[in-house]
């Protein structure tokens, strides 16, 4: 057994081939490379001097991608971008710049990153200045959208070649730490979830009309499949309960314009034509979509009843293509999956050539929100109701600044 200093050890299960344990070799005592070494192990951050058994192996890493992605500012293709020993500065925040892609609650972007070089860990934390009061009290909405950047992280650390291991709310202390995501080694040959990547940045919520066509069952099955990796349920909405679903929606889109506290999450996050706050969050006016002429889609109207000049009107779907996400349970971590689930199939819809919009005023009001069930799936509790349908990309919408919502530690 030969190795470098940077290669990773890995232990194995000789039964099973599963990874016990892993570790950066980040000593080596014989100028040919031969063993003892000294290994930072991935699971405590610990050095040990290890002579290693049968059970252990060699992974060797080279720096390529990183020398790559700092020459071009892009990712290697796939049999180069394999086996980066740590992530340079110029990588890390590429990956967090793919997470905020994620869709957000009027694109108030909840969150916060932070990560620790040595153990290769990012944490996404909830950013409360990013929570809507009076629309998500709860701030069920505001995991949704963390757990939506969660997804894109995945796809994206996924995409640079590696392989990682999640934990939703990983300190019961600290309710605001939503998951940590640890690099654990090199990826193998999974095309899931990296295989996504092309739609990471493609992705947008388009409030354009959809044509009436149909979805295709097999695209409707990559969906249904899609959320279910998740562990979250999803159905597409037809018959009197399609009427129901548009019906709830309405009265929820009624009610928010009327209702102060709605009025203010949106004023705080729509921006005008005018509009002199920086562009970094919010809705603006070019993504509002047009106006409802005619048509059963139910859209939220960010421009609050006002009249956007210019704003043309349009004539939408008489029968959306609605679905519902759903889970068995409603806490915190059943609002993350259900984030990273209608990440995935919005991800997923995106390289199928379908576009997506969200539906989701009814689930603001409480009393709205549980009719919104279909009542075959027994007493799932509804998290999302998107519409999907052939039709215009959405518009780009701004982010922060990735240095704004990233912290690297040593
Ligand atoms: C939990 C949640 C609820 C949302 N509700 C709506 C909605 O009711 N209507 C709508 O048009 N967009 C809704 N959106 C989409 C956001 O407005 C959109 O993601 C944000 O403006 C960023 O734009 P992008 O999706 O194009 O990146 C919602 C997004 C999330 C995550």
Redesign the pocket.
């Known amino acids: 057994m030969r190795a470098h200093i940077g290669d990773q050890l890995i232990v194995e299960s000789p039964t099973t081939g599963a990874t016990k344990r892993d570790g950066e070799i980040v000593g080596i005592h014989h100028d040919d490379g031969t063993p003892p070494y000294d290994v930072r192990w991935s699971d405590t951050d610990q050095v040990t001097l290890v002579f290693p058994g049968p059970d252990a192996h060699i992974h060797p890493i080279g720096d390529e991608p990183t020398r790559q992605r700092e020459e071009t500012g892009h990712r290697g293709s796939a049999t180069t971008r394999r086996g980066a020993r740590s992530l340079s500065e110029a990588v890390v925040m590429a990956l967090v710049e793919d997470a905020t ?7 108030a972007q909840p969150w916060r990153f932070q990560y620790f070089r040595r153990r290769r860990v990012f944490h996404l934390r909830a950013d409360l200045r990013g929570a809507l009061p009076h629309s998500d009290p709860e701030l069920r ?1 505001l995991h ?2 963390c757990g ?1 950047a969660l997804m894109n992280l995945r796809v994206a650390v996924a995409h640079e070649g590696w392989e990682a291991q999640t934990r939703p709310l990983p300190d019961p202390g600290d309710p605001m730490l939503l998951a940590s995501l640890t690099l654990t080694r090199p990826l193998r040959d999974e095309a899931d979830p990296g295989a996504l990547y092309p739609a990471v940045r493609t ?3 388009s ?1 354009y009309p959809f044509d009436e066509r149909e979805i295709p069952a097999p695209v409707q099955t990559a969906l249904v499949e899609a959320a279910h990796r998740e562990q979250v349920a999803l159905s597409f909405v037809s018959g009197w309960h399609l009427q129901s679903v548009v019906d709830l929606a309405l009265e929820a889109e009624a009610r928010n314009l009327t209702d102060p506290g709605a009025a203010a999450d949106l004023a705080r996050f729509t921006r005008g034509a005018d509009d002199t706050r920086p562009a970094t969050e ?2 603006p006016e070019s ?1 509002f ?1 047009p106006r409802r002429r005619v048509g059963n889609a139910p ?2 109207d ?1 421009a609050g009843g006002r009249t956007v000049p210019g704003r043309p009107a349009a004539d939408f779907e008489t029968l959306p293509h609605l679905v519902l996400l759903s889970t068995s349970r409603d806490r915190p971590v059943d609002w993350l999956r259900t ?1 990273q689930a ?1 990440e995935r199939v919005l991800l997923q819809a995106t390289l199928e050539g379908l576009s997506a ?5 009814a689930l603001e009001w409480q009393d709205l929100r549980w009719p919104l069930r279909d009542p075959m799936s027994g007493m799932a509790y509804v998290q ?1 109701v998107l519409r999907l349908g052939y039709g215009p990309p ?4 701004p982010r922060r600044p990735v240095d704004d919502v990233l912290d690297i530690e040593p």
């Open positions: 892609a994620a869709p957000s609650m009027h694109n909405a949704i959208g939506a992705r947008h919520t409030r919010g809705v993504a979509g859209m939220r960010f984030g209608v919009s969200f539906v989701t005023q999302m959405g518009t780009r919408t």
